[in-house]
Structure formats: C-alpha cells, structure tokens
C-alpha cells in the first residue's frame, strides 16, 4: 500500500467525515511564496482519531489553522482541498465560516490560559459561545454550559460557572475548553497539543475524558501532538510529518510496530521509556562527601487575604519541612504535580523566596547573607529555566547573554570573557560564530543549548534544572538530556532536575524525591522507587505515564475521585508533617492517609 492509500484508507463502507485532498499552506514572506505545508492528503472518519504527530516546525498546526480558517494574514491555502460533508473549507467566505466553527468544527489550543478571556467569568464565556451559534435564551445556554461543564467531570460547575480562569488549576481551565468546544457537539474537534503543559496525571484524566465524551457523541478528533506515548494511547491512526510534508500515515499499531521511514523510527527511538533508566545506572556519590546543597525542615509560606485590619487572613503553605540533601555529582530529581512545591524549593535553593529552616549550597547557609554573600552565592548556584526564549533578552546577542554573568561578577578581561563564551558555546554544540546572533534566530533546542552554557559560565556546584526539556521535541530533548550528562561527567556538577515527566526524570536521575501538597512522601535510589514504589501516590503517578506502546491502550487506570487538596490553610492552622519511615537502604516513605 503506498503512503496515500495509507493515509486515505477508508475505515468503514461510510464515507469520510473529513476528506484532505493535496493541501498546499503558503507563506508570503517579502515577496516570496514559501509552502508552510505541501501535497497533504488524509480522511477521517466520524467517531476516529487521527494522530498527527511531529516536531515543532512541521506544519502540524498550521494544518489545524488552515482547517479552522484561523491562518495569519500572511498565510493562505494555495491549493488543494480540505471536505467537511463535502464542503470545501478554505474556500469558505468569513461570515459564513463563523457559522461553521463551533457549530461543527472546534479547536482546543495547547494554552487554556491564552484561549480563556481573564475580564469574563468562566460562565459568560461559554453562554456566550452556545449563544452565538443557537437560538436560545440566556438560561437556557445556562443550563446548557453547566451540563457541559458536569459531562467534563469538573465538580460543582454552578460555582465554577462564577469564576473567572485564573480561579482554576491548569486541568480545570483545559477541560473548561474541552466543555466549550464540545457544547454544541461539533462533527470534528482539533486538539493541538492539549496536553503538553499538564501534569501526567491531568494529561491522562483530559485523554479519558475525550474518549469517553468520543464514544457519547460520535465526534471525530484530530490529535495534534509531538508525545509518541499520547499517540499510542490515543489514536486510530497516524500522520507522520515533516517539513511540512507527510513521510508516513498508518493505523497506529502498524506504525509502532514496523515504521517505515527514517525519520519516524528516529522519533520513536527519541521517546524515554519507562524502564531503560535501569539500564543507564552508574554509582551513587559517596554519602561521605560535603553536599553541594542540603535542606533541612525547609519551610516556604505566603500569607495572602486580609481581615478589616489589613493582617492576613490565610496562608499558602507551598513548601513544609522538606529535608534532602544534593550529593556532588549528582543528579536529584523533584517529582510531582503543578501546585506540590518543586519549583518553589528552586526558588528556595536560589535565595528567590524567603525561607524558613536550614538551607545550605556548598557549605554556606542561605539565611543572613549580606547582599554580596547573595550575589556570591549565585556563582555556585544557577538555574535552566522551562522556555529558553522567555529566558533571555530578545534584544541581546547570544554571546552577550553567556558572557553576562562573567561581567556581573567582575571576572576576566573582555578578552577573556569572550574566550570563555566561545569554549562554552562550542561545549553545547554551537559555534563562535554564532554568538553574534540573536534568540530568535535559533531554534528552541539550540535556545536551550544558550541557557545550558550561560548557566556553565560561572563554573557553579549546582544547577537547577526547573521543567528544562519539557517544552522541547523528543529528539532534541534526548540531545539536550545527553548534552546535560556529558557536562556532568566532566565537570562533575550537580543538578536539581525538577519535572512532572516520570519517564524523562527515570532516565536522567539517580536519587528522587516525590513531592504531594508541598511535602515528599518518597524518597530514594532512582531504582528504589521506579523498581518498588511504595507510596499510593507514587504509584498514580507512574500509572498515569502514557506508553509508547499501542498494545497497552486501554489499560485501566485509577481515576482520581477528588480534586487534588488546598495548600491554602487559615492563619494559625496548618497541614499535618508527615513522617518518612526509612523501609530500607534510605528508601524513605511516607504512611499513607
């Protein structure tokens, strides 16, 4: 069969929901013509999911965009045809593609937070889309929003119908989108990339659900993603693309199971897997040696609300008696949910937030440093932040950024900072003569490679890594991972890998903790508690990791009954410390309650 029948191979006698015939996507750029995508051509079928997967660059959004109607000014569909019930959706007038979009066709976008407006509540946002494309009355688009809200397990929605986004958790507000474009039960639903900012928990409740509201309504879904472990959990088929071209369609079990191109066996070569970390082990550390940090019964609080005297009224309790120490040369991973306290303890170690306890990095203790102690402090400690772009300044040089903190500190000569840059930047995998360009100009591993060297500059003890590869594709995740532990090797610092991506984190780790409501509840070898977790919630974690394996789909998994507990606690009150028993070798675990 060849790539075109693959792709258009009908499921069934019916005929196809949505027909994709040649499409051609085009960019005007200064006069010039550029295709975005070339030549693709697909069905779909009612009640199927179609995979398209690939990595950033190669066209999988601009074929949602081009579907939608939503294209840039500047981008336009110059051939090729895209059949919905036999209309031909680019050739659609605006007016009358409004009429379309929610009615059969809606999206879910990657960002909730960007797709919700922030000035509405939640409530007046979804009557107002029922409203836009049914003739009801304002109650009855109502009742119609909170039933949506209710078919998409967000518990009370009367309440949540009077809040506004920032109210709600990520996987609250991602599932509010999916309750909003499924209201009005469109034919087709495109979800670009719905999970990729989520915890995998949320990830695998949002998954769940889409089947589940599937099977309901008989919706057809476009899955748009870069995670090869969603695609084999999730879809019939698969569009493989690249450049903006298909080098592969297939039914998905075909696919994973004898890949045909290169290129499509490079990416499922890229995907970490849920046990190859064992593989990897090298020796621990001696427990002898000094740490490159140490916390001790470290406490991070934030008093928000005031009563009538202007004192606070309750307290976040984002991190509470957390006590683990970084061995030289060490990886330690910090695991969990959004909310649990990961990122707040890096902030903690970077002297960022106020603290409580005992919090030392080289032997120096955090609290009572001078102003120059602090800036000191920063030489052995620096930290790789999620998105590379956000990370540095647009309108400095890449090389200026690296030799920044060189300057900062008042080290070397001009000559000798740029001498350092240069040997940093080809450490990374880049050249000297790129330093003189700017972020943009670089794509976002190569981003990632500038924070790695910039962070490498001062030579420091420890670098945290906060969610570094999360946003990357998975092969130039597997480079920039592989790029960390050659650093590692030779100058023997230590890291703080922080992620919600138990399949990375047991790949690159070699002791971790699991941290739940600002607490961890395990502690231990990277082969303790991968190989025999203990905790109830160490175990949902690793359930909820999906698996590149199509042959798994379906597995049940346990669905979280509540939604996950406030940290926010009233002045004077406060969680319960929970106790880690040591079960053996320093595999410490919290009593589950």
């Excluded at 040649?22 to 069905?43: C, H, K, N």
């Excluded at 991973?333 to 649990?340: A, D, I, N, R």
């Excluded at 319960?576 to 589950?592: E, F, K, M, R």
């Amino acid at each position: 069969m060849t790539m075109t029948q693959a792709a258009t191979a009908p499921s069934g006698a019916t005929a196809p929901l949505l027909s994709v015939r040649e499409l051609t996507v085009s960019v005007r750029d200064r006069g010039v013509v550029r295709p975005l995508v070339a030549g693709l051509s697909f069905d779909l079928h009612a009640g199927e999911t179609l995979a398209i997967a690939g990595e950033s660059g190669s066209g999988k959004s601009i074929t949602s965009l081009a579907l939608m109607g939503l294209l840039p000014n500047n981008v336009a569909v110059t051939s090729g045809q895209a059949l919905l019930d036999g209309t031909d959706l680019p050739k659609l007038p605006e007016t009358e593609m409004r009429n379309w979009r929610g009615a059969r066709l809606a999206m879910i976008f990657q960002e909730p937070m960007t797709s919700l407006n922030p000035v509405h509540t939640i409530g007046s946002q979804m009557t107002e889309a029922i409203r836009a494309h049914a003739l009801v009355a304002a109650s009855a688009a109502r009742a119609q929003a909170v039933e949506a809200l209710r078919k998409v397990r967000i518990p009370e929605p009367e309440r949540r119908m009077k809040q506004f986004p920032h109210e709600l958790s990520g996987g609250m507000r991602q599932r509010v989108m999916i309750a909003m474009a499924l209201a009005l039960r469109p034919a087709l639903l495109i979800a670009d990339e719905p999970t990729t900012a989520l915890d995998v928990t949320v990830q695998q409740e949002v998954l769940e659900l889409l089947r589940d509201l599937q099977a309901e309504t008989g919706t057809a879904i476009i899955l748009i993603t870069h995670d090869m472990g969603v695609v084999a959990e999730s879809a019939d088929r698969v569009v493989v693309m690249r450049q903006g071209r298909m080098v592969e369609s297939a039914p998905v079990d075909t696919l994973f199971a004898a890949p045909q191109h290169d290129y499509t066996r490079s990416l499922l070569a890229a995907v970490p897997r849920l046990g190859a970390g064992a593989e990897r082990a090298k020796p621990l550390p001696p427990v002898s040696t000094a740490p490159a940090a140490r916390l001790v019964d470290a406490r991070v609080h934030f008093d928000i609300g005031s009563d009538f005297f202007g004192r606070p009224t309750h307290r976040v309790h984002a991190v509470e008696k957390v006590s683990f120490d970084i061995r030289p040369g060490e990886t330690f991973g910090l695991v969990g949910e959004s909310g649990c306290g990961k990122s707040t303890i890096a902030k903690a170690l970077s002297g960022l937030v106020p603290h409580a306890g005992h919090i030392e990095v080289d032997g120096k203790a955090l609290a009572g440093l001078t102003d120059r102690g602090r800036r000191d402090i920063c030489r052995d400690i620096q930290m790789v932040f999620q998105d590379p772009m956000a990370a540095l300044d647009p309108r400095m040089t890449v090389g200026e950024a690296v030799m920044e903190p060189l300057l900062i500190h008042g080290i070397g000569s001009a000559e000798d900072r740029i001498a350092r840059a240069t040997e940093l930047f080809e450490r990374v995998g880049l050249s000297a003569g790129q330093m003189q360009r700017y972020p943009h100009e670089f794509s976002g591993g190569q981003r990632q490679r500038i924070c790695v060297a910039r962070a490498l500059a001062l030579k420091p003890k420890l670098i945290i890594c906060d969610e570094s590869v999360s946003a990357l594709d998975v092969s130039v995740q597997a480079q920039v991972l592989a790029l960390l532990e050659e650093l590692q090797q030779e100058t023997g610092v230590s890291y703080l890998f922080i992620s919600h991506d138990m399949a990375v984190v047991e790949n690159v780790v070699d002791r971790l903790a699991v941290m739940y409501l600002g607490q961890i509840v395990e502690m231990g070898t990277r082969d303790q508690v991968f190989g025999n977790p203990q905790h109830s919630y160490t175990r949902r974690l690793l359930d909820a990791v999906p698996i590149p394996d199509p042959s798994r789909k379906g597995r049940p998994h346990a669905r979280r009954a509540t939604d996950l507990p406030s940290p926010i606690w009233k002045i004077n009150e406060g969680p319960t410390p929970v106790s880690l028993l040591d079960i053996g070798d320093g595999h410490l675990v919290a009593q589950d309650g």
